[in-house]
Nanobody, 123 residues
Framework: QLQASGGGLVQAGGSLRLSCATSGGTFGTYVMGWFRQAPGKERECVAAMIRDGSIAVYADAVKGRFTMTRDNANNTVYLQMDSLKPEDTAVYYC??????????????????WGQGTLVTVSS
């Protein structure tokens, strides 16, 4: 089970930190991803990270502004979002890839999903 939190309303240029707490599984063995879905758009991956947290990959749209980290001891993954833009407005989801070893951007690879947390960036 994945529980995302930390969303909210922020002005452009501001920051938010999303958290995703996991339970009921072997968190340290999962590739983790953060996705977002804006109204009328497809779900897209913004960041993904391998099991030990040593490698993270980012979508071009967020590279240099978002940072993904994970704390395997506490079964939690984070997404630090800086320099937010109105186009970052979306529902953000965390997801777990149970069987993968490399971070991936394809939603179908991820078996477990959190409920989503809304991020709204005002201009």
């Amino acid at each position: 089970q994945l529980q995302a939190s930390g969303g909210g309303l922020v002005q452009a240029g501001g920051s938010l930190r999303l958290s995703c707490a996991t339970s009921g599984g072997t968190f340290g063995t999962y590739v983790m991803g953060w996705f977002r879905q804006a109204p009328g758009k497809e779900r897209e991956c913004v960041a993904a990270m391998i099991r030990d947290g040593s490698i993270a990959v980012y979508a071009d749209a967020v590279k240099g502004r978002f940072t993904m980290t994970r704390d395997n001891a506490n079964n939690t993954v984070y997404l630090q979002m800086d320099s937010l833009k109105p186009e970052d407005t979306a529902v953000y989801y965390c997801a777990a890839d149970r069987d993968g070893t490399l971070p991936g951007f394809i939603p179908d690879r991820y078996e477990y999903w959190g409920q989503g947390t809304l991020v709204t960036v005002s201009s």
